[in-house]
């Protein structure tokens, strides 16, 4: 079992910047190829960001490249996602998932992840 635990969440103006934390514990966590989700109100989770279980990959939603970065410190046993250039159509709660290692790195579905995070909220004021 792998417990994930986000924060950083918060209220923030449009243009502004925020970075989330999920730090992890229980088993080893460069074990894990990680990602982030969101979920908006009335929406379904969407996909964010993955990293590999190294740090040496990393994958986007098409429409979040360039403003969001993904990366990890597995001495740290956390992975970060760094948000910059925010809007309010970022408004959502953020998860930070992980799946064990596998024939693929990374996936796009939640169905794919073992373990998720309580998630945090992110709310981009207009």
């Known amino acids: 079992q792998v417990q994930l635990e986000e924060s950083g969440g918060g209220l923030v103006q449009a243009g502004g910047s925020l970075r989330l934390s999920c730090a992890a514990s229980?088993?080893?966590?460069?074990?894990?190829?990680m990602a982030w989700f969101r979920q908006a109100p009335g929406k379904e989770r969407e996909f964010v960001a993955a990293?590999?279980?190294?740090?040496?990959?990393?994958a986007y939603a098409d429409s979040l490249k360039g403003r969001f970065t993904i990366s990890r410190d597995n001495a740290k046993n956390t992975v970060y996602l760094q948000m910059n250039s925010l809007k309010p159509e970022d408004t959502a709660v953020y998860y930070c998932a992980g799946r064990p290692l596998s024939s693929r790195w990374y996936a796009t579905s939640q169905s794919e992840y073992n373990y998720w995070g309580q998630g945090t909220q992110v709310t981009v004021s207009s």
């Open positions: 990293i590999r279980w190294s740090g040496g990959n990393t």
């Open positions: 229980g088993r080893t966590f460069s074990n894990y190829n």
